[in-house]
């Protein structure tokens, strides 16, 4: 005789296994109770079959485990990446070291080719390319930033930047091309600087601008070497 189970309490229960369609569908199985005769009881019992798993054993015979389907919905939540909108890291970082690079070039070739200009001395007075370089580095950063970056940058135990560590961190992408973004922005100002004091003293500074573009220590050597000379000609004149 098959037995009939409840999910909810696997409580047996056992109907005729000769009992019409017409009686069967009066049984209550899982809470509900079927009412209905005819076709549409054959409908529901064929539905009710199809939820029912069979379990058969020599010993206890053949017995029905009503087994519910229940949905199971995984949310996933969504955070910004680059890679969601279809960019991935390299290619940020390839344009950021690109168009920064292009950026600084008009200012330089303003104090180089017109230093005296209206505009060139407009211009070099204004802060706003240094505050797009460093909204710039400062999303590069956020993007290259891992939890592990200060442990590698500050290994020694007292607490000192080592160069192993370091030459390990800038073989990332994005970290170089911040890297590259924060050199351009500290270049960019000593060449300001460098301008400045040059119109301020009446010294000649367009290599030294040229050079901070190429190598800011060496730009600002040559700027105060060249003044120290302009002023013993002047002494000497």
């Known amino acids: 005789?098959?037995?009939?189970f409840c999910c909810s309490c696997n409580?047996?229960?056992?109907?005729?296994?000769?009992?019409?369609?017409?009686?069967?569908?009066?049984?209550?199985?899982?809470?509900?109770?079927?009412?209905?005769?005819?076709?549409?009881?054959r409908r529901e019992a064929l539905g009710l079959r199809s939820k029912l798993g069979t379990q058969w054993s020599f010993v206890g015979g053949s017995r029905f485990v009503l087994r519910p389907k229940v949905s199971r919905i995984i949310y996933h939540r969504r955070g910004f990446s680059?890679?969601?909108?279809?960019?991935?890291?390299?290619?940020i970082a390839s344009s950021a070291f690109t168009w920064g690079t292009v950026?600084?070039?008009?200012?330089?070739?303003?104090?180089?080719?017109?230093?005296?200009?209206?505009?060139t001395k407009r211009t070099m007075?204004?802060?706003?390319?240094?505050?797009?370089?460093?909204?710039?580095?400062?999303?590069?950063?956020h993007l290259s930033w891992t939890p592990d970056k200060l442990g590698s940058m500050f290994a020694s135990k007292y607490w000192l930047p080592e160069l192993p560590g370091i030459a390990k961190m800038f073989t990332n992408e994005m970290t170089l091309a911040s890297a590259w973004i924060h050199l351009l922005a500290v270049d960019l100002f000593a060449a300001r600087q460098v301008f400045h004091?040059?119109?301020?003293?009446?010294?000649e500074t367009r290599h030294s601008v040229s050079l901070c573009l190429?190598?800011?220590?060496?730009?600002?050597?040559?700027?105060?070497?060249?003044?120290?000379?302009?002023k013993r000609a002047n002494r000497s004149h």
């Open 125 to 141: 007075e204004s802060s706003t390319p240094f505050v797009i370089l460093g909204v710039l580095y400062a999303y590069l950063l």
């Open 214 to 230: 190429l190598s800011c220590p060496i730009g600002i050597a040559t700027h105060a070497i060249t003044k120290i000379l302009t």
């Open 103 to 119: 950026a600084v070039l008009p200012f330089y070739t303003l104090m180089v080719l017109a230093p005296n200009a209206k505009l």
């Open 11 to 41: 409580a047996p229960f056992s109907p005729q296994a000769t009992a019409p369609l017409k009686t069967m569908s009066h049984l209550p199985v899982a809470g509900f109770r079927y009412a209905r005769t005819g076709p549409v009881a």
């Open 82 to 91: 680059p890679s969601a909108s279809g960019i991935t890291t390299s290619q």
């Open 197 to 203: 004091d040059g119109l301020k003293n009446k010294v």
């Open 1 to 4: 005789m098959p037995r009939f």
